[in-house]
């Protein structure tokens, strides 16, 4: 038995910081979207009662840290299940990228799992039982478009954005998200405004959302990688209607309206960064 998973990437069309907790996260409140920039999972059910992982590219962990591997385990144990399953991740987004990567592999696994295993759960059992493994994972089960509060698994979903193209450039360095927390200063922060972007949002105003697109940990990472700030000025000098880090970066990403310009920022960007992606923005949720 198997299946082929898909797991999207996710975008963040809003990203505001509010406070730390005395747990010692940050509250936030972000807009998260989807886009069709996808890892595929193929998960194959075995009669031996283990987890086996691999990775078709070398930078990802292919062993019990990869969170793939800890969504299985999670079902596994806590459903007390007697199978085996052999994952296979075909890695496309970018790692480390802002781009939730490793949270939607792990959303994809509980998603492929409940199904193969047919552990009849809902997404919203899913979704809880994924925020054990990360913040960004309750989002990803569900996919569409939402608002991310607390540490970012609490969602309220909205309605899907206009259609539109990405242009997602990744620049050539990781970033870690803990590190960028480390470097914020919250009395210094630009908070986007969450409400002013969902009523974009909710009334289809193309030009709306663009200029209520806003991160306030942009000014962090652009403090220790001047690269991402100098591309995203780049990119809106060739035409993108609208520009943001995604998360804690270093991805950058255009919003355009029509492909024409999408081709344009694309090839403008050609031999100056490696990774570039022309992507339609997906905002569905799963089923
Ligand atoms: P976020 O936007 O949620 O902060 P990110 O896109 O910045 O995430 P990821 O690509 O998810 O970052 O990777 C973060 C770390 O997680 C990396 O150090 C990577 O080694 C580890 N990791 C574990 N499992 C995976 C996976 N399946 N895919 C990618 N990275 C993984």
């Known amino acids: 038995m198997q299946r082929i998973v898909k797991a999207p990437a996710k975008i963040n069309l809003t990203l505001d910081v509010l406070n730390k907790r005395n747990d010692g996260y940050h509250e936030v409140e972000m807009v998260m979207t989807t886009v069709d920039l996808a890892d595929r999972i193929h998960l194959t059910v075995k009669?031996?009662?283990?987890?086996?992982?691999?990775?078709?590219?070398?930078?990802?962990?292919?062993?019990?840290?990869?969170?793939?591997?800890?969504?299985?385990?999670?079902?596994?144990?806590?459903?007390?299940?007697?199978?085996?399953?052999?994952?296979?991740i075909e890695k496309n987004i970018p790692v480390s990228a802002g781009l939730a990567g490793g949270s939607t592999d792990a959303a994809a696994t509980l998603r492929g799992l409940n199904d193969l295993w047919n552990l009849g759960l809902s997404l919203d059992e899913l979704a809880d039982l994924?925020?054990?493994?990360?913040?960004?994972?309750?989002?990803?089960?569900?996919?569409?478009?939402?608002?991310?509060?607390?540490?970012?698994?609490k969602l309220e979903h909205i309605a899907t954005p206009p259609?539109?193209?990405?242009?997602?450039?990744?620049?050539?360095m990781g970033v870690s998200t803990k590190d960028i927390y480390g470097k914020l200063k919250l009395e210094d922060l630009q908070h986007p405004n969450t409400e002013k972007m969902v009523q974009a949002i909710e009334e289809?105003?193309?030009?709306?959302?663009?200029?209520?697109?806003?991160?306030?940990?942009?000014?962090?990472?652009?403090s220790i990688h001047p690269q991402v700030l100098h591309l995203k000025n780049r990119m809106k000098g060739f035409g993108a209607d609208g520009v943001l880090m995604s998360g804690s970066g270093p991805t950058v990403y255009a919003l355009v309206q029509n492909q024409s310009r999408a081709d344009r920022i694309n090839n403008g960007l050609k031999g100056f960064v490696d990774q570039v992606f022309v992507v339609r923005l997906l905002g569905t949720r799963h089923e």
């Open 47 to 88: 009669d031996k009662n283990a987890i086996t992982i691999d990775v078709d590219k070398g930078f990802v962990p292919s062993n019990e840290q990869n969170l793939a591997y800890k969504a299985a385990n999670l079902l596994k144990k806590r459903f007390n299940v007697k199978k085996g399953v052999h994952i296979f």
């Open 130 to 153: 994924g925020a054990e493994i990360g913040s960004d994972v309750p989002f990803c089960v569900h996919g569409g478009t939402a608002i991310a509060r607390g540490r970012g698994e």
């Open 163 to 172: 259609p539109c193209w990405i242009v997602l450039v990744k620049p050539p």
């Open 204 to 222: 289809k105003n193309f030009k709306g959302i663009c200029s209520e697109l806003g991160n306030a940990m942009e000014d962090a990472t652009f």
